[in-house]
């Protein structure tokens, strides 16, 4: 490729496609193949549209160099794009992040709002996020339920201040919280209820963690692990649910590969694995119903 094609939008993809597809990289933060990273980072740093028209754009010197230098940040330190950038994309929203935090990226994201319709009315007034991280799945639950007042807790000091310069990012201050505190200790010493809990809590089980690969060890270790099987947060949530959920109200949930220990170790829960269009795996859902509040 020459030096002309790689200083324009559709070159430079190519050519960052290039470097990334013959580097021994794994994916799997906003993205889950070299071409689609690729395209992410030349978007991201030029600020142009996602679209055919923006491929023979020209990209100045200055992010054409500080494009490379990512790139090869990206090969060298394994590290997730997301946190060289300082931010993400995740559902057509912008979020910072940074090196140590959670990458936005739950599936959960994608049912807030009319593919949970059949559960929740668009008017419900509480939601709280446990193990919220940066703040995005509470963030756009606020979005999706304009009535809602809705409280992000969050235990990591970092990802919790983050969360609260992106629930201003999107102007939402005087609907959204940010509690920074152990969740399970939190949701059990509330009184209050709420229409929707939702959460995607540490959920890789032991066996996992110890095959995760290197960008994943980016990410704090406390927002992976949790336990032997999986599920240590969840079950602490369990025995709260009844007296912590609105009659109706709804546990929105995300276990991951964890999803078959589970279902084993919880049978008789009345929990609904929900389709996942955008892909992902094991968010389940559970209701409480107005004679069991």
């Not at 494009?67 to 330190?77: D, F, L, M, P, V």
């Not at 010493?189 to 110890?210: F, K």
Request: charge should be negative.
């Amino acid at each position: 490729m020459s030096e002309n094609e790689s200083a324009t939008v559709g070159g430079l993809i190519e050519t960052v496609y290039q470097r990334f597809d013959n580097a021994p990289l794994s994916y799997g933060h906003g993205t889950d193949n070299a071409w689609d990273e690729a395209v992410y980072l030349v978007l991201s740093v030029t600020g142009y549209a996602d679209d055919e028209a923006s491929l023979q754009l020209p990209v100045i010197p200055a992010d054409l160099q500080h494009i490379h230098s990512i790139a090869g940040r990206r090969i060298n330190e394994r590290a997730p794009l997301a946190h060289l950038l300082g931010e993400c994309q995740f559902m057509g929203k912008r979020f910072f992040v940074e090196s140590g935090v959670m990458v936005p990226r739950s599936p959960i994201g994608y049912l807030l709002g009319e593919p949970l319709q059949d559960w929740l009315p668009q008017d419900i007034t509480r939601i709280v996020d446990l193990c919220a991280g940066v703040g995005c799945l509470g963030i756009l639950a606020a979005k999706r339920y304009p009535m809602s007042k809705v409280t992000l807790v969050e235990l990591d000091s970092k990802a919790a201040a983050l969360a609260r310069k992106n629930v201003e990012l999107h102007n939402l201050g005087e609907r959204v919280e940010v509690i920074q505190g152990d969740a399970c200790d939190w949701l059990g010493s509330e009184t209050g209820q709420w229409d929707l809990i939702l959460t995607n809590p540490p959920y890789v089980d032991a066996a996992d963690m110890q095959a995760l690969p290197e960008e994943y060890r980016h990410e704090p270790e406390l927002g992976l692990a949790a336990g032997e099987d999986g599920l240590a947060l969840v079950d602490a949530f369990l025995p709260e649910l009844a007296a912590r959920l609105k009659p109706n109200g709804v546990f929105l949930c995300e276990v991951g590969a964890s999803a078959p220990a589970m279902q084993h170790k919880y049978p008789d829960l009345p929990i609904e694995w929900l389709e996942l269009p955008e892909g992902g795996e094991g968010v389940f859902l559970m209701q409480v119903s107005a004679n069991d509040g």
